[in-house]
């Protein structure tokens, strides 16, 4: 089993979220950061991924080699930021199936309401990775996995690049199963929601709108 929370502290992956907190950081430079670093992340959350082996051939014998099962895991992006977390995974895991939840904060209730929601299917048979880059008050997040459970989930992990205090704490109370990994863990979220010092808004600086 995962941690319930794992900070991945390996200096390649600090270095590029320091460039991706610069402000001056331009939308492509950080785009590439969140692609490379997306790459790093997923060897940390696909640790301990169930395993399979297939029969081949090396130049010196036949050998039972070790392989991911791919289609054994579901890849779920939180619209629109996830995204850019999800290509680096794909790239890595191209046979993942993968599942989109789209969700805004009515600004009355600042409840989480679903627009869009497709899923793979026999998620019950799967792992599922659900990411999106920012864990701010977690309210999207949680209300994403719970999703995620009434479609047959079980084994479910999150990804993100920045984590909340907030944000953690509302995860592990709603689902304490669901093991968090996380490149860090900043300091509060301010009074629009956003985490300080964080980076600013994920989706604005991935797609370069305001
Ligand atoms: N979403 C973002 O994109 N940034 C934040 O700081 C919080 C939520």
Do not use: W
Request: hydrophobic share 40%; charged share 25%.
């Amino acid at each position: 089993m995962l941690d319930h929370l794992t900070v991945v502290s390996h200096p390649l992956v600090q270095h590029k979220l320091t460039l991706m907190r610069e402000k001056d950081t331009s939308t492509a430079s950080f785009r590439k950061l969140l692609r490379e670093i997306s790459l790093l992340l997923a060897y940390e959350v696909t640790r301990e991924l169930p395993m399979t082996t297939k029969r081949i051939e090396t130049p010196l014998e036949p050998m039972d080699a070790p392989t991911i099962d791919g289609k054994k895991l579901a890849l779920v992006s939180i619209l629109r930021a996830g995204n850019g977390l999800l290509d680096g995974i794909l790239e890595l895991i191209p046979a993942a199936r993968v599942g989109f939840v789209g969700l805004y904060r009515d600004p009355e209730t600042l409840q989480p309401v679903q627009y869009y929601n497709k899923l793979p299917d026999h998620l019950d048979e799967r792992v599922s990775i659900v990411v999106d880059p920012m864990l701010a008050t977690g309210n999207s997040s949680a209300a994403a996995v719970q999703l995620l459970k009434d479609a047959g989930a079980k084994d479910i992990r999150f990804l993100c690049l920045l984590a909340a205090p907030e944000g953690i704490k509302r995860m592990q109370t709603a689902h304490p199963d669901v093991p968090i990994v996380t490149a860090a863990v900043d300091s509060h979220l301010n009074d629009h929601g956003y985490i300080v010092p964080g980076l600013g808004d994920a989706g604005d600086r991935m797609f370069g709108t305001k």
